[in-house]
Each structure stands twice: as C-alpha cells, then as structure tokens.
T-cell receptor, first 117, second 112 residues
Framework: AQKITQTQPGMFVQEKEAVTLDCTYD???????LFWYKQPSSGEMIFLIY??????QNATEGRYSLNFQKARKSANLVISASQLGDSAMYFC??????????????FGSGTRLSIRP | DVKVTQSSRYLVKRTGEKVFLECVQD?????MFWYRQDPGLGLRLIYF???????EKGDIPEGYSVSREKKERFSLILESASTNQTSMYLC???????????FGSGTRLTVV
C-alpha cells in the first residue's frame, strides 16, 4: 500500500538557519511523484516543489530543495536561510498512478515549522 | 488569476442536517477532488471526479456523496451530518496529465 510518513510533528528553528523536514514514502510502483506543500495559518495549500521518480537530479525551487534518496525512499525538504514567513504546516505528498485518468495524491500527516526571530 | 473557489469559509450545521459544500474552478480542469484535513492525520481523500457525472471513492467515502453535473463544479454532500464530520474540507483540481493540484482555501465545517 502507498504511504507517506512524516515523523516530525513540530520543529523550531532559528531565523536564517537551514532546516530539513523529513519524509519517507512507500510504494511498489516504479512511476510516482513527490510533492511538498506549505499551508500557512490562512489555510491555503501552496505548492512548493515536485520530484518525479525518474528525475536524475534533485529538484530545486529558490530556497527550497528536495533531497531525493530513491533507495532509502526518502524525500526530505530542505529550506535554506529560513525566514519568519516560513512558519507554517508542511505536507509531503505522493502522486499515485492514476486509474480512470485521475492521478491521486496522498498526503503525510504534516510538520509544523516555527521560525524563531 | 486561476482559482478554485469554495463557497463558504466557515459553516456551522446541526447534527442530522443535509450539508452541501460547493467547489468551483475556472481552469477547465478535468479532475476535481475533495479532501478532509484533521490534525495529526493530514489530508485524506474523500471522493474525486475525472469527468462530468463521473466519480470515484477515495479513502474515506463513508457518510459522504458527491455530484458533478458541470465540469467546473464539484459538490460534496453530507446526507446526515454528524459531529465526527467536523473538519476542514479542501477542494482541489488538476488537468488530466498534470500532476500538481490547485487548492481552494478550504471550508471549516462544525457540526453541533
């Protein structure tokens, strides 16, 4: 069965430090994709970064990078030089192969990141 | 600016009421999804639809039904609301063949 595991319910980090949010996944499908979403207190889900299972290089988007270790089935999010505005809930998610032409996404339980000034 | 709009931000309903949560997208997306979000559980898929009048059960469909009569609108229906359906409900959509979702801003439903 497909599953996403985030083992850190909450984290506190000093402003300007780098932070790593952990994510492990389980799937038997060779083709999958991994996402990270940010959810501020306002509630909207903001897409941060995507990594396909066949992508050779780790995905990067500005201050966000995804540390993809396929053999270990991990997809950790790294935020460099954290800012106060990074305080939010972060969800790791995985696209499962779709049937009926709809590819579903399953989510982990989330990590609440708090940045200290 | 493309968007997914959920009709209510906050909703309070009584046990046993029939509740409709509406979601509209203006991006001509084929696929639409309903999730509920609970602390410690993340987002769990209730139902999704890949075309007009087509629907598939997600991981937790019990107590819910859906309707998709038009491509842009996907409704979640609680036939008889119960207190354990108090939750944040998130609607999302994507285009067939594209993987990322666009989310609505959510409806926080309280059943009393």
């Amino acid at each position: 069965a497909q599953k996403i595991t985030q083992t850190q319910p909450g984290m506190f980090v000093q402003e300007k430090e780098a932070v790593t949010l952990d994510c492990t996944y389980d799937t038997s499908d060779p083709s999958y994709g991994l996402f990270w979403y940010k959810q501020p207190s306002s509630g909207e889900m903001i897409f941060l970064i995507y990594q396909g299972s066949y992508d050779q290089q780790n995905a990067t988007e500005g201050r966000y990078s995804l540390n993809f270790q396929k053999a270990r089935k991990s997809a950790n999010l790294v935020i460099s030089a954290s800012q106060l505005g990074d305080s939010a809930m972060y969800f790791c998610a995985m696209r499962t192969p779709g049937y009926s032409s709809a590819s579903k996404i399953i989510f982990g339980s989330g990590t609440r990141l708090s940045i200290r000034p | 600016d493309v968007k997914v709009t959920q009709s209510s931000r906050y909703l309070v309903k009584r046990t046993g009421e029939k509740v409709f949560l509406e979601c509209v997208q203006d991006m001509d997306h084929e696929n639409m999804f309903w999730y509920r979000q609970d602390p410690g559980l993340g987002l769990r898929l209730i139902y999704f639809s890949y075309d007009v009048k087509m629907k598939e059960k997600g991981d937790i469909p019990e107590g819910y039904s859906v309707s998709r009569e038009k491509k842009e609108r996907f409704s979640l229906i609680l036939e008889s609301a119960s207190t354990n359906q108090t939750s944040m409900y998130l609607c999302a959509s994507n285009r067939r063949g594209f993987y990322g979702y666009t989310f609505g801003s959510g409806t926080r439903l309280t059943v009393v």
